[in-house]
Every structure is written in structure tokens, then in C-alpha cells.
């Protein structure tokens, strides 16, 4: 496959060498916490700048469809392509590659070729270790090299990887909506109060009778109870099996190996498959319980490492659905958090005797009749999503350095 220079193709462009003041509104300058490791836009980590302010910082770089924008120093290897209508500035540490012509290389093409593991080792290997933070030449950037098939097959390479990022895209705001949804009647029912009484009005609005928890510091319905969630649900710690056991690859009878690092993103650890592992399946309900205590995942399929824990429901009253809810609920991440002990690497065993719910048990076997369907439709798209991303994944290197061929 022949390959091009790319200040040949395109303009190298960076960004400001210092920080304007931010504001609260205003045109977006956009900096490193503002793309996601992945290689997304991530909006809500945007800042921004007053009008005046923007007319003086766009005027060394403003930002125009299908740039590529990467990090130069500091966090290096983070790639993004500028969306239309993205109006804002390049802010410090950020460069961007502007494609001269559009016929030669494709700016999408170009954006995925830059997450290639391939390209991402070179960069590694061209690192200028400074004082403070590392960082690679943009002088030099111009002169680096990629892999150019025809304009055609460029095309063709990226719109099978778009299609694949649009579908993930596309399921990660529908479960947004659904967990929107399931926590706003999570919300209303066990934190409102309001669930239908009897005849069917919300219960707290309509005047039912609240008492105090001295337990829970907040008034909760008459003739509920205060339930410890260790009564209610088992926390099925993990099996910890020694770095030496792990694989970056699978094989027969090896399993995916999930530690707190994984919960969100893809596991490329494997260990083979044993009696004693902690399997789970993607409706398991998983929390990180050492390190970054408190984080939900969903979606896993494989064995846990000892730092996560299987929560279930063995009271036979409840099911994941509620689980999940539990567990998003900021009162029990809270609770999780200020009961968890260690001075370097926290270890959240101890906060199971902490954590507890108002409980009824009628009004929450009504609630799961409403949660359980929205529950499994986000599982189902959690799951999808992970096939995705691996295929995804899988598919990149080798539709980049041809070992996938495309024909023109």
C-alpha cells in the first residue's frame, strides 16, 4: 500500500500557547478534557469563552468540519473529527490536521487511521520527554507518513466504520433515555414518595402518612420498613487470579478477565476458564468496590477480578432492575464512598453494613412490573454496544494496513 508525507496533504494548524479566561456560556474552546480517550466530542466537558474573547483566540485557529484534531502534549493520542456546526477555538495542546484535498485523503479515513494501534506506537516512539510533560514535534508532524489506498477504498473504509460508530452512537443515547427514564421513576416512587396509592393518586402529594427515619436523617411512608441491602442482596465478590495468568488474546476455554479499569471499556484481558472464576453475564449488576469505588457496570461477559463485586437480589422480592436503580441512586455511590477505608487504595467491604433502603414490599413488586422491561432493553443495547466496539476494534488495523482487502 503506498503511503504520503502529510504536509503533503494537509495543513498542521495548533492551537493557543495560553489560557484565556473561561466563562459559563459562549463559544466553545475546546481542549484536551473535551475528547474522550475513545475519540469522541465529549459536550460536556466543553469550555467556553465570552464573544470578545473568541474574536481574539479564533483568530490564531477556529475549528471547520472534518478537522482532525489531536493532542500534542501532556495526554497524547487523542483523535477527533470536528463535527458540523462545532463553532469554537483550538485551546492549548491541541493541533489540527486541515486536509488541503478532499480527492487525495479522506479526512474520516484519516481520523480512524490515526486510533490505529500501529500509528499510535509510532507516536509513542517519537515522544520528547520534557520537565513537565511529554509531548511530540509539531514541526516534525508534517513529515510523518500514512498509508494511502485510493481515494475510493478510503471512502469505502470509513463508511463501514461509521456505520459501526453511528449504530454504538445511536444505542448509547437510547439508553441514556432509558436510564433518564427509569431513575426519574426510581425518583418519584422510592425518594418522592409518590408511588399510586390505593386509588391511584401519587401518595405523598395526596396526603399519605409519612413518619421519621431516624435511620435514613428524612421522613419515609407509614408501614414501610428501613431494609440493610446486605439483608436483601448478595455481594458476590470476584476472584483475583495473579497478572501472570492473563492473556491479551482469546483462546479455547479462556474467558474475558474484568478488572475496575474495565468495567466501562473494552477488556482485552483473557485467563482461562476455571471452576473458581466469578462469571457473570451482561444482566449482572457490577460495582467497583476497590480504587474508584461505587462505579455501575452492565453489559460484562466474562469472569470479575476480586476488586468488583455480583450484586443480586436473594430475597426473592426484587430483581436487577431494582439493583441497578439502587445502585444508581447517589445516596448508596455516597454511602459507598464514606464508609470505604484505606489511606492509598480504598476497599469498599465495609460500607455493605451502611447501606440501606426504605422498603415495601408490595410497592416495589409493583414497581418492577415498570422497570423490568426498560432494564432489559438497556442490557440489550449495553450488550450490543460491546459487540460493536470489539468489531469495531477488529476490523480496524486490518482495513488500514490491507489485510481486509476492499475493492475500488
Same mark, same amino acid.
Given at each position: 500500500?503506498?503511503?504520503?508525507?502529510?504536509? @503533503?496533504?494537509?495543513?498542521?494548524?495548533?492551537?493557543?500557547?495560553?489560557?484565556?479566561?473561561?466563562?459559563?456560556?459562549?463559544?466553545?474552546?475546546?481542549?484536551?478534557?473535551?475528547?474522550? =480517550?475513545?475519540?469522541?466530542?465529549?459536550p460536556?466537558?466543553?469550555?467556553?469563552?465570552?464573544?470578545?474573547d473568541?474574536?481574539?483566540?479564533?483568530?490564531?485557529?477556529?475549528?471547520?468540519?472534518?478537522?482532525?484534531?489531536?493532542?500534542?502534549?501532556?495526554?497524547?493520542?487523542?483523535?477527533?473529527?470536528i463535527?458540523k456546526?462545532?463553532?469554537?477555538?483550538l485551546?492549548?495542546?491541541?493541533?489540527?490536521?486541515?486536509?488541503?484535498?478532499?480527492?487525495v485523503?479522506?479526512?474520516?479515513?484519516?481520523?480512524?487511521?490515526?486510533?490505529?494501534?500501529?500509528?499510535q506506537?509510532?507516536?509513542?516512539?517519537?515522544?520528547?520527554?520534557?520537565?513537565?510533560?511529554?509531548?511530540?514535534?509539531?514541526?516534525?508532524?508534517?513529515?510523518?507518513?500514512?498509508?494511502?489506498?485510493?481515494i475510493?477504498?478510503?471512502?469505502?473504509?470509513?463508511?463501514?466504520?461509521s456505520?459501526?460508530?453511528?449504530?454504538?452512537?445511536?444505542?448509547? /443515547?437510547?439508553n441514556?433515555? #432509558?436510564?433518564?427514564?427509569?431513575?426519574? #421513576?426510581?425518583?418519584?416512587?422510592?425518594?418522592?414518595?409518590?408511588f399510586?396509592d390505593?386509588? %391511584?393518586?401519587?401518595?405523598?402529594?395526596?396526603?399519605?402518612?409519612?413518619?421519621?427515619?431516624?435511620e #435514613?436523617?428524612?421522613?419515609?411512608?407509614? *408501614?414501610?420498613?428501613?431494609?440493610?441491602?446486605? @439483608?436483601?442482596?448478595e455481594?458476590?465478590?470476584?476472584?483475583?487470579?495473579?497478572?501472570d495468568?492473563?492473556?491479551?488474546?482469546?483462546?479455547?476455554?479462556?474467558v474475558?478477565?474484568? *478488572?475496575?479499569?474495565?468495567?466501562?471499556?473494552?477488556?482485552?484481558?483473557y485467563?482461562?476458564?476455571? $471452576?473458581?472464576?466469578?462469571?457473570?453475564?451482561? $444482566?449482572?449488576?457490577?460495582?467497583?468496590?476497590?480504587?474508584?469505588?461505587?462505579?455501575?457496570g452492565? %453489559?460484562?461477559?466474562?469472569?470479575?477480578?476480586?476488586?468488583?463485586?455480583?450484586?443480586?437480589?436473594?430475597?426473592?422480592?426484587? @430483581?436487577? =432492575?431494582?439493583?441497578?436503580?439502587?445502585?444508581?441512586?447517589?445516596?448508596t455511590?455516597?454511602?459507598?464512598?464514606?464508609? &470505604?477505608?484505606?489511606?492509598v487504595?480504598l476497599?469498599?467491604?465495609?460500607?455493605?453494613?451502611?447501606?440501606?433502603?426504605?422498603?415495601?414490599?408490595?410497592?416495589?413488586? *409493583?414497581?418492577?412490573?415498570?422497570? /423490568?422491561?426498560?432494564?432489559?432493553?438497556?442490557?440489550?443495547?449495553?450488550?450490543?454496544?460491546v459487540?460493536?466496539?470489539?468489531?469495531? @476494534?477488529?476490523?480496524?488495523?486490518?482495513l488500514?494496513?490491507?489485510q &481486509?482487502?476492499?475493492?475500488?
Amino acid at each position: 500500500m503506498p503511503s504520503i508525507r502529510i504536509g @503533503d496533504v494537509a495543513q498542521i494548524i495548533d492551537g493557543a500557547h495560553a489560557t484565556p479566561k473561561k466563562t459559563k456560556s459562549g463559544k466553545v474552546y475546546l481542549g484536551i478534557r473535551a475528547i474522550s =480517550s475513545d475519540g469522541k466530542i465529549a459536550p460536556e466537558n466543553f469550555d467556553y469563552l465570552s464573544d470578545e474573547d473568541f474574536t481574539k483566540w479564533s483568530k490564531r485557529t477556529s475549528l471547520q468540519k472534518d478537522d482532525v484534531v489531536f493532542s500534542y502534549e501532556a495526554t497524547l493520542n487523542r483523535y477527533a473529527l470536528i463535527p458540523k456546526g462545532l463553532i469554537g477555538c483550538l485551546g492549548r495542546r491541541l493541533a489540527i490536521v486541515r486536509i488541503k484535498d478532499k480527492e487525495v485523503i479522506d479526512p474520516k479515513w484519516l481520523y480512524y487511521y490515526f486510533q490505529t494501534q500501529s500509528w499510535q506506537a509510532f507516536i509513542e516512539n517519537n515522544i520528547f520527554t520534557g520537565s513537565t510533560v511529554n509531548r511530540i514535534s509539531i514541526d516534525e508532524f508534517p513529515n510523518y507518513t500514512v498509508l494511502a489506498p485510493s481515494i475510493s477504498t478510503q471512502k469505502i473504509i470509513a463508511g463501514l466504520l461509521s456505520l459501526l460508530d453511528e449504530k454504538i452512537e445511536l444505542n448509547n /443515547k437510547i439508553n441514556a433515555e #432509558l436510564e433518564s427514564t427509569a431513575r426519574a #421513576l426510581y425518583n418519584h416512587w422510592f425518594v418522592q414518595f409518590d408511588f399510586p396509592d390505593e386509588s %391511584g393518586r401519587p401518595y405523598k402529594t395526596a396526603g399519605g402518612a409519612m413518619v421519621y427515619s431516624e435511620e #435514613l436523617k428524612r421522613e419515609i411512608p407509614t *408501614r414501610w420498613t428501613v431494609e440493610k441491602l446486605r @439483608d436483601l442482596l448478595e455481594f458476590n465478590k470476584g476472584t483475583e487470579v495473579g497478572s501472570d495468568a492473563y492473556g491479551d488474546s482469546p483462546k479455547e476455554d479462556s474467558v474475558r478477565f474484568y *478488572r475496575v479499569g474495565d468495567i466501562n471499556s473494552v477488556c482485552t484481558t483473557y485467563v482461562d476458564k476455571s $471452576s473458581a472464576l466469578n462469571i457473570v453475564k451482561p $444482566s449482572d449488576v457490577i460495582v467497583t468496590f476497590d480504587g474508584t469505588v461505587g462505579k455501575l457496570g452492565l %453489559g460484562l461477559d466474562g469472569a470479575i477480578s476480586s476488586g468488583l463485586r455480583k450484586i443480586y437480589d436473594k430475597s426473592g422480592i426484587i @430483581d436487577n =432492575s431494582f439493583v441497578w436503580l439502587l445502585f444508581l441512586d447517589p445516596r448508596t455511590k455516597n454511602t459507598i464512598e464514606k464508609y &470505604a477505608t484505606g489511606s492509598v487504595l480504598l476497599h469498599a467491604s465495609s460500607s455493605i453494613n451502611y447501606l440501606n433502603t426504605p422498603f415495601n414490599k408490595e410497592v416495589v413488586m *409493583r414497581f418492577k412490573e415498570l422497570a /423490568k422491561p426498560i432494564f432489559e432493553q438497556y442490557v440489550n443495547n449495553k450488550a450490543e454496544v460491546v459487540r460493536l466496539v470489539r468489531l469495531r @476494534d477488529f476490523l480496524l488495523p486490518m482495513l488500514m494496513n490491507g489485510q &481486509a482487502i476492499i475493492k475500488d
